[in-house]
């Protein structure tokens, strides 16, 4: 925990980007529910449930993945796994002036992206989302939940493993 989350007592946050419509990310927010319920009435108090329905994270959410959650090779396979087009496919994102691009996937293990590329995700996802696009990609292309994230520890999870090894340091108290 942060010395200032310390000094303003307040609790830390753990988020979850969801989408309804995948199975997988049912089943962690329905987990991650449940284990708060569960709790304790001190450590429930020690973190809050931040649902982030039908979003993705922004450019400097990500940067603070990369920057400091990728401590582990499961942390990678966790965000690799949110962006399924880096998986050698190709997919189709608009770029800043509407217009559509072709991306072919790479090797992810030294990709970062850089806030123009992210910016075209970023964009196509929400475009997808509202249904204003008219290209064949879908928003779970683009990005694909479940991805939660503890922001005080610094953990990703995208599986049933890895939320419970993330929920582990509030389960212990």
Avoid at 11 to 23: G, L, Y
Avoid at 42 to 51: C, G
Avoid at 114 to 134: H, R, V, W
Avoid at 158 to 168: A, S, V, Y
Wanted: aromatic fraction near 12%; charged fraction near 25%.
């Amino acid at each position: 925990m942060s010395l200032f989350r310390s000094l303003q007592n307040s609790p830390a946050t753990v988020s979850i980007f969801h989408n309804a419509r995948i199975p997988l990310s049912n089943k962690l927010y329905n987990n991650l529910e449940k284990t708060y319920d569960t709790l304790p009435e001190k450590p429930k108090y020690e973190f809050t449930i931040d649902l982030m329905k039908d979003k993705m994270p922004t450019y400097d959410q990500y940067r603070l993945f990369v920057d400091k959650c990728l401590t582990n090779e499961q942390a990678k396979v966790t965000l690799q796994n949110c962006f399924p087009f880096l998986n050698d496919r190709q997919t189709h994102l608009y770029d800043t002036h509407g217009k559509t691009v072709t991306i072919k996937g790479i090797d992810w293990s030294n990709k970062i992206f850089s806030q123009s590329e992210y910016q075209m995700i970023y964009d196509t996802f929400n475009k997808l989302q509202e249904g204003n696009a008219s290209i064949e990609t879908t928003a779970s292309d683009v990005f694909k939940a479940p991805l939660i994230v503890d922001w005080d520890q610094n953990k990703l999870a995208g599986d049933e493993k890895t939320l419970e090894l993330l929920l582990k340091v509030y389960k212990d108290q």
